[in-house]
């Protein structure tokens, strides 16, 4: 893969959450290197106020995330995606549309922030702990010298990152 701008795609099935931390993150980390959006098969049509808040408390601008349907990045005039990464289950196991590009996709699920109970300390923790996995994905991705990887090496060390510290059953490969 040449040395130019990639575009990512993080989904998840409600684009609230996960997804879209891994838009901000990419977006920050990678930037001038890679372009980061987020959609979810079924979105909830808002972003979770408790990723917006902890978005901001780390300084990240906020300003362009909603919540939106995949069929935004499959239609004639998207952006040609160059790696699509699913970081829930749900969507994982679901049909994906047809990308254009033919991205490389991988498998990066971790627990859901927004389905954690408990008490407001608690549920803040499921979110930090759902950025802190995130972001250490996304640092090791950064870190793969994508110009020098053929597709099957690059692809398995996408797989890797996805099974990282945190990541789901699936994501690790023990669920089919």
């Known amino acids: 893969m040449a040395d130019r701008v990639y575009n990512v795609l993080f989904l998840c099935t409600g684009n609230s959450a996960r997804s879209i931390l891994g838009e901000a993150i990419l ?104 950025y802190r996995m995130l972001n250490r994905r996304i640092e090791l991705f950064l870190a793969l010298p994508l110009n020098k990887l053929d597709k099957l090496v690059l692809a398995e060390r996408l797989k890797d990152i996805g099974g990282s510290e945190g990541a789901t059953a699936l994501a690790k490969g023990e669920l089919a």
């Open 27 to 130: 977006n920050r980390l990678g930037q001038g290197r890679f372009h980061a959006f987020s959609a979810g098969s079924h979105p909830k049509g808002e972003v979770n106020p408790r990723t917006l808040e902890l978005l901001r408390g780390f300084n990240h601008d906020v300003a362009g995330l909603r919540s939106k349907s995949w069929a935004e990045f499959a239609q004639p005039g998207a952006p040609k995606l160059d790696f699509v990464f699913t970081v829930c289950d749900d969507a994982a196991g679901e049909s994906c549309p047809i990308w254009p590009g033919q991205p490389m996709t991988a498998h990066w699920g971790i627990p859901d922030p927004a389905a954690a109970t408990g008490s407001d300390a608690e549920i803040a923790m499921a979110f930090k702990d759902a």
